[in-house]
């Protein structure tokens, strides 16, 4: 009973001791416990009087709480800077909040903060170098990256006027678009370009050819080792030395008995051209086929090209047939029926 007794008196003196206790609010944003004068606790027990001079010699902390702006810069504008639920403001508005409240709810300065600069510098400084890079460049392509006709275009500006085959369609070298509509079958151009490119392919990475001094190649070409190099000089080197000068043409009529005249004809150089590579696809189609694939083909062809390069393809035998046939006829041009024939059309 003694001690129920004294554990009720305790309970009441210790809620009468927290009611006499008030929480105030500092000007500086902190708070502090402080006895009211006119409450005071009733007389207790010993326990009770031990835990309130316990709790009265206990020094309370004043925290000073930072300003929201000044949090806000130093951690960087961050766009989230509440760590919960944000406090409700009362209906009145921000007059009647606490002093420390209300200047934490102003709006942050608006101050740049330290990494926002560092980021308009490394931008700034990114850009300066992919201009010097692109200046790089052009110099690597031979331009002068200050010259105003060449500023801001890569290959510069085309000299006027226009040369009259400066078109789309005489974009590639003269003669991989004439082999190129060689190889064509069909109307398909897109076939034969692939030939195309497999064949320059094969070109460049096969083995050097061994020059023939029987047969050389044309006057003022690259030596044989250099050609992989190059495979479209390869490929104009190739036809170039096995074209025909002439062509042999039959006019009727020109001699008696029904017998026809033979003559020989200049040819032009796409002329020349066409008729070479002629014979190289007339040598590759009697060719028996390796196997089946898209890639049969154009490997058939960059086999005749370097047979041609190294002297062991029958179409030297057919040029060689040609030139003597020239020879052979060439007195036939000062036939008299001829002549006025050919005087005519003029």
Known sequence: MLASSRHKSAKNGNRDLLEALKLSIDQNGGFSLHRTRDAMPPPAGLRTAVRALAIRSRPLVQCQRQPRGVAIVSRGFAEDTTTGVP?????????????????????????????????????SSSSRNEEALKQLEMVAYGLNPYDPQVEGHKYGLPDLPLHSQAHMKHRYHPVVAQVTNLLMRDGKLSKAQRHMSMILNFLRTWPPPKANPARPLLPGSPPPSHLPLDPVVYLTVAIDSVAPLIRIRSYRGMIGGGASLEVPMPLAARQRRRVAFQWILDVVNKKKSKGSGRTTFAHRVAEEIVAVVEGRSSVWDKRQQVHKQGTTARANLNNPQLVRKLAGKR
């Open 87 to 123: 406090p409700r403001l009362p209906e009145k508005g921000a007059d009647s909040l606490p002093p420390s409240m209300a200047r934490s709810s102003q709006p942050p300065s608006s101050s740049p903060s330290p990494q926002t600069a560092e980021g308009a510098v490394a931008s």
